[in-house]
Structures are given as C-alpha cells and as structure tokens.
C-alpha cells in the first residue's frame, strides 16, 4: 500500500500549491507517476489525478490547477446561503410578521437576492426547525351540522351573480365566525373584501345572531357591500337586517362547501397564526386584535401582484 501523506493529527491533507510547483517540477524532469508520489510521500492515485485534472495542452501546469481547484471550492459554496446571518436575519424578521416563503422568496428577488421559497423550506427543514412555529399549518378539517333550515330566506350561492366569481368589482364580502375555546364565550366576526382581499374583524360577545348582526353593521356601515357571503351558522340569521341596512343582497354557501367562501377561509388560516386555536378571545383586547388586522392587510399578496391588500383597497376605494 502506498504511503499517504498526513498532518499531525494524522487525517488526509489536500494538496498546496507548493506541492503542484513541486509535481509540475518533476513532470518536467520525466518522472514517473510512482518516483513523484515517493518523492512527495504522497499515493500514486493521488498525483495520478492531480496531473489528469492539471494539465493543459498536454502538460501538467501547477498555477491552471491551483486556479481549478479555487474555482472549485467557491462554487461548491454558492448554495449555501443559510451560511448568511444577513439573509437569515431577513427571512426570520419577515417569518415573524407572518409571512410566507414564497413572499418572502419575492421581497428578497426584488431587492437583487435570489433565494426560492423551496431554499427557504429547506432551511427551516434541516437548519432552522424552531421557524416552523411561524408557517401556516393545515389542521384536521371539522364539520359541524349543518343549520340552513334555522335561517330563513336564504338565497343559496348558485344564484349569485357571477360576476362576483371573477372578482371585477369592488364591493363583494364574505363572512365568517372565528370561535374562542372551550369555555371562552367571545368570538371574532370576521369579513373580506374578494377584489382586495382587505380584511376587518370584530370582537363578538358570543355567537348569537344579534352579536353577528352588530359586529357586521359596526364594522362594514361605512364601506361600499353590494353582496354578502355567509355559511348556514344561525349567527347569520339576521341577515335580512344587514342586507337593509347595507343596501345589499346575501347569499349562502352549500353544505360543507367551505372553499365556495375560499377568500375568508384563506384568510382565516393566516389569522390562526396570530391566534392559534384554543385561544380565549375573552382575553384578548380590541387593541391586540387591531393589530393583528393591520399586519394581514400589510401582508403582500401574490394575487394581488404582490400588492398589500390595504394599498389594494386604497386605491380602489378611491376609485383608481
């Protein structure tokens, strides 16, 4: 067996650029592979290589190897990002206001810094678990009975107008119920604008039909609703009122069919990141909750071209 050359601590040690001058001398002399590899205590599969991967034109030279070998290091470095404390610090600051990797992903292309929102999962996967705290996370699917039969004179969504689905026009909401835990008797009524995607929130003393009533006048009497979206909770039975106050018309999602209202359901998600369930709204201040509206409606959105839902609703509010 050949001798290997080895530090101190006795592990293999890669060539130096003394080393190629020394073997680019000796090619020059003639010597055969073995006589450099004694010479160099080095093995022959070693300076075998060396000289295939070194040479140019035919002949081994030490200063176009040194440069393969620089060039090789670098690049094998270049996917290595998660080294970057500065990129690190960026993608945890905006993973704590709750924004996704891909949006991420598209702030950091926008400021000239190519990292995918993959690269980002990745990073959180093997080098930065604890982020995953921040992320969306999908939970079991509940189903609850059905109510369509407690509320009375509901339009059901197939007769919707259908330029509502294609979102053309501002004025079109949905709305939804965001429960407290087991023993918490507040709630959140929540609405969203489809076209905008803007989201508002009213804290609800409980989940009766005068509350529900309340939060949507309190919430929305100054906005422009051409249609309101409900599911088939008893909270909604006082639509009719809403509908003369607001001068507009409702209607009611089918039977378990939460993605007919996909707007507010995806919103709802981001909100369970702020408030995850089990939380008590009993605790939880009209201020906190102001807050945590703010941050949603400031998050950039890839439907929206990567627009903020509020600088979307501005602008069309305003009328351009």
């Not at 200063?63 to 690049?75: C, G, L, T, Y």
């Not at 500065?86 to 600051?93: A, D, I, S």
């Not at 929130?201 to 929305?220: C, P, V, Y």
Request: hydrophobic letters at 30%.
């Amino acid at each position: 067996m050949d001798e290997e050359y080895t530090g101190n601590d006795g592990k293999y040690k890669q060539l130096s650029a003394e080393e190629r001058g020394k073997i680019e001398a000796y090619c020059s002399l003639n010597c055969s592979i073995s006589k450099i590899a004694v010479l160099m205590k080095r093995s022959k599969s070693t300076v075998c290589e060396e000289i295939r991967r070194g040479k140019y034109n035919g002949r081994y030279t030490a200063r176009i190897a040194q440069n393969r070998v620089e060039k090789r290091r670098r690049e094998s470095h270049k996917h290595s990002k998660w080294r970057n404390s500065e990129l690190l610090n960026f993608v945890e600051r905006h993973l704590k206001k709750r924004w996704s990797p891909e949006i991420i992903s598209h702030e950091l292309r926008e400021n000239g810094v190519k990292f995918s929102h993959t690269s980002i999962y990745t990073v959180i996967k093997k080098h930065r678990p604890e982020w995953r705290k921040w992320l969306v996370h999908r939970g079991k699917k509940v189903r609850h009975k059905a109510s369509a039969d407690k509320v009375l004179n509901r339009v059901n969504i197939e007769k919707r107008p259908k330029i509502v689905d294609l979102r053309q026009r501002f004025g079109d909401w949905e709305a939804d119920t965001v429960a407290s835990c087991r023993g918490g008797k507040s709630c959140l009524a929540v609405f969203v604008e489809r076209k905008s995607r803007l989201y508002r929130l009213a804290k609800m003393q409980d989940k009766s039909a005068g509350e529900m009533l309340a939060a949507t006048i309190r919430t929305l009497k100054n906005q422009e609703v051409k249609t309101m979206t409900y599911d088939n909770g008893t909270e909604n039975a006082n639509h009719e009122f809403a509908n003369n106050i607001l001068s507009c018309k409702s209607f009611f999602c089918n039977a378990y069919h939460s993605w007919e209202k996909g707007s507010i359901e995806n919103r709802n998600k981001i909100l369970r990141q702020f408030f995850p369930k089990g939380t008590n709204f009993d605790l939880i201040s009209d201020t906190e909750i102001f807050k945590v509206q703010s941050m949603i409606n400031d998050r950039p959105m890839k439907a929206l071209n990567w627009h903020s839902p509020a600088k979307v609703f501005s602008r069309l509010r305003s009328g351009y």
